[in-house]
């Protein structure tokens, strides 16, 4: 079994910034598993599809972004403490959205959710004009 847990959401204005938190656990993140192992964010707000914000391969630390949020997020990791962060700099009220945190492992780079195995509960942010 594999488990993430997110944290961090919250209000926020525009142009403003929220760190989100994401740590992993569990055998299927402890075993060889990990090794191929890739940890993602996604974003879903009322009436949209949930859509790929970020991903980061932990092997090597190559990343992925939306073109909605290059340029203004930033994922990264903290391998001793089994976390991932999103850093969200100069918020929009679009980026506003349950953003979930999710594990996975194989191909990269991991661009679609069904690529992810493991989801967080999500974390709201609400970033406010």
């Known amino acids: 079994q594999g488990h993430v847990a997110e944290s961090g959401g919250g209000s926020v204005q525009a142009g403003g910034s929220v760190r989100l938190s994401c740590e992993a656990s569990?055998?299927?993140?402890?075993?060889?598993?990990?090794?191929?192992?890739?940890m993602g964010w996604f974003r879903h707000a009322p009436g949209n599809e949930r859509e790929a914000v970020a991903a980061i391969y932990l092997p090597s630390g190559g990343t992925l972004y939306s073109e909605l949020v290059k340029g203004r997020f930033t994922i990264s990791q903290d391998n001793a403490k089994n976390t991932v962060y999103l850093q969200m700099s100069s918020l929009k009220s679009e980026d506003t959205a349950m953003y979930y945190c999710a594990i996975g492992a194989g191909r990269w780079p991991a661009t679609s959710k069904d690529d992810f195995t493991y989801w967080g509960q999500g974390t709201q942010v609400t970033v406010s004009a």
């Open positions: 569990g055998d299927k993140y402890s075993t060889p598993y990990s090794r191929r192992t890739y």
